[in-house]
């Protein structure tokens, strides 16, 4: 991969966006801007699902938790007429629903049937994968020890499969007191979106109290989880701050936060949107890193890097790590009464490719 300087796109109000001053640094200003960044093919198909569902249905379309964890992602799609709810039994009964990429328990999927709706399933395939490594371990009676943070949707759901036989880790000095059955029936499996780094020093802690502990057939955490903090790695060891655009719940997001501590990022920000950078994060600052999480449009980082260049860093290299081309078709019930046939893949001039 080599690395390449952009060229940016003017401001679209010419001086509206000027809110941070250019002020003098020692050397030269600059961005590092990290590629993978952004949309992951798990959003990118679920944000489509909404839509889709909006489009053809026609509003509302209720969506079960946010679709992805980003707060743009979902004022956008309130604005087109998707309404989220926290639980199926808020949804009227005979409506859509759309389950989040995060995934749900069989319960979950069951509550909404009991109550007549309509579900389109827009769960990540990659999170569907871990789903089905939970069941098959559970159906071997292994004991599963889940690494991932309490409470958040996706870790849940993945319980959710076989609650009798999992136990949650939340850290690596969890694996030094987690207790278990049988030593020689265990097996780690994981949310996809923790950091790389640090679930694996989990699994080394476990592994030496439990060396008969079972890895997932392959990674759980996915691709994008992985290029994002590799790209973020490589950004972070030049830069003297790095700002991160995502939300603050999603986990991968500020998986990038730490990571660019941890590589050598002298400062690391998180936000939502570029008006929350503030002007002495710049202060002395002469290379800035940029990336987003799996959940965030890529419109606002050109907004954080118009903003930034406004502020004298309009020299923006990207330091590209990996290529990403995967796609995912949409979900089978809106393929099914989109076109009337399951195995479609065009949808609206869109075509998704099955991974
Ligand atoms: O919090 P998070 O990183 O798991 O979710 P976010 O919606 O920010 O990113 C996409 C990741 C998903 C849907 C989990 F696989
Ligand atoms: Fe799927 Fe990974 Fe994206 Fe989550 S972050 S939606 S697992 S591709």
Redesign the pocket.
């Known amino acids: 991969m080599t690395d390449e300087t952009i060229s940016l796109p003017m401001p679209r109000i010419p001086g509206a966006r000027n809110r941070l001053k250019d002020t003098p640094v020692a050397g030269r200003k600059r961005v590092l801007l990290a590629a993978p960044r952004g949309y992951?093919a798990?959003?990118d198909r679920?944000v489509i699902a909404v839509e889709k569902a909006l489009e053809h249905y026609g509003a509302p379309v209720y969506v079960r938790k946010?679709?992805?964890?980003?707060i743009h992602v979902v004022s956008e799609l309130e604005k087109k007429g998707a309404i989220f709810v926290e639980e199926v039994d808020e949804v009227p009964t005979g409506s859509h629903i759309v389950f989040?990429?995060?995934?749900v328990s069989p319960a979950v999927v069951q509550g909404a049937a009991d109550r007549g709706l309509q579900a389109i399933d827009a769960?990540?395939p990659?999170?569907t994968k871990v789903h089905r490594e939970a069941v098959r371990f559970a159906r071997d009676d292994f004991q599963i020890l889940l690494i991932g943070h309490e409470g958040?949707?996706?870790v849940e759901g993945t319980a959710g499969e076989a609650p009798e036989h999992t136990t949650l880790v939340g850290s690596p000095d969890e694996a030094d007191t987690v207790v278990v059955k049988d030593p020689d029936r265990v097996v780690w499996l994981s949310?996809?979106?923790l950091s790389v780094d640090e679930t694996m020093e989990t699994v080394r802690r476990l592994r030496k109290r439990f060396p008969n502990l079972q890895d997932p057939p392959s990674d759980d955490i996915?691709y994008?989880?992985q290029n994002r903090q590799v790209a973020i790695k490589k950004v972070a060891t030049d830069a003297d701050l790095v700002i991160v655009v995502?939300?603050a719940?999603?986990?991968?997001?500020?998986?990038l936060v730490e990571v660019a501590l941890e590589y050598g990022a002298k400062a690391a920000y998180r936000v939502d949107y570029a008006s929350e950078v503030k002007q002495e994060w710049l202060d002395g600052v002469e290379t800035v890193g940029v990336t987003s999480?799996?959940?965030?449009p890529e419109e606002l980082v050109q907004e954080l890097l118009e903003d930034l260049a406004a502020a004298g860093y309009g020299d923006v290299t990207q330091v590209k790590t990996a290529e990403e081309d995967l796609m995912f078709s949409l979900p089978k019930e809106l393929r099914k009464d989109i076109s009337g046939r399951t195995d479609a893949r065009a949808i609206g001039g869109r075509v998704r490719a099955t991974a």
């Open positions: 992951c798990g959003v679920a946010q679709i992805v964890h980003n989040s990429a995060h995934g769960t990540c990659l999170v958040h949707e996706e949310q996809t979106t996915c994008a989880t995502g939300s719940n999603s986990s991968n997001s500020v998986r999480g799996a959940s965030v």
